[in-house]
């Protein structure tokens, strides 16, 4: 799937597909459905600040692999950010 061009219902199916769920959630808009999923997979959130060139990025360190890591700059939707990260903490496993 390329992330870039997902639209937020395909990652929300795709989220979802992975969860072993099968009622959908709107994820991507929902802060009560994700952050839950967030800290439980323990996702590292950092806000984009002008100060920092505006980029923000959630990332799950994994120990002894390569971190996974997704950027979104100030105006993006921060929580679409962290689907994609959750999707691919996911197919990692």
Do not use: S
């Amino acid at each position: 799937m390329n992330y870039d061009t997902a639209t937020n219902d395909d990652l929300n199916w795709e989220l979802t597909k992975y969860l072993g769920k099968e009622n959908y959630k709107d994820y991507c808009t929902d802060w009560n459905a994700t952050m839950p999923l967030a800290v439980d997979h323990g996702l590292d959130i950092e806000l984009p600040t002008e100060i920092l060139g505006g980029i923000g990025q959630i990332t799950k360190y994994i120990a002894g692999d390569t971190d996974i890591m997704v950027e979104f700059v100030i105006g993006d939707n921060p929580l679409r950010a962290i689907v994609i990260c959750l999707i691919k903490v996911l197919e990692n496993k």
